[in-house]
Nanobody, 124 residues
C-alpha cells in the first residue's frame, strides 16, 4: 500500500505562485511514477503533470506548460508541483497520484494510488 498526502494549497491572487507537496509512505517511493491531476467544480478531473521514477522524464498539460514544474525528492519520498503565474482557471482541487509503472502516464486510469487532494483557489 502507498499513502499519499498533499499539502500546500491555498488562496492566491492571479499572477501569484504556490508550491504543492505530496508526501508518500508505505512502499519504495523511488519505484513509482508520480502524477498531478486537478478537478475544477463541475468539471472532470484532468491531467496536469507527471514525472518518471528517476525524475528525468516529465510531461505537462498544454494549459500549464511553462508555468508549472513537477519535481521529486526520492530521499524525502515527496513530489512537488511548483506553480507560477497562476490564473483563475487554475482553481481546482489538486490530486497527487502514484503507480508502479515503467513510464509516466497522462491517463488518470493508469494510476492506482491517489491522495485526498488539496484546494487551490486563484482570485482575479
Amino acid at each position: 500500500q502507498v499513502q499519499l498526502v498533499e499539502s500546500g494549497g491555498g488562496l492566491v491572487q492571479a499572477g501569484g505562485s504556490l508550491r504543492l507537496s505530496c508526501a508518500a509512505s508505505g512502499r519504495t517511493f523511488s519505484s513509482f511514477v508520480m502524477g498531478w491531476f486537478r478537478q475544477a467544480p463541475g468539471k472532470d478531473r484532468e491531467f496536469v503533470a507527471t514525472i518518471s521514477w528517476s525524475g528525468g522524464n516529465t510531461v505537462y498539460a498544454d494549459s500549464v506548460k511553462g508555468r508549472f514544474t513537477i519535481s521529486r525528492d526520492n530521499a524525502k519520498n515527496t513530489v512537488y508541483l511548483q506553480m507560477h503565474s497562476l490564473k483563475p482557471e487554475d482553481t481546482a482541487v489538486y490530486y497527487c497520484a502514484a503507480d508502479q509503472r515503467p513510464f509516466p502516464s497522462t491517463r488518470m486510469t493508469e494510476y492506482y494510488y491517489w491522495g485526498q487532494g488539496t484546494q487551490v483557489t486563484v482570485s482575479s
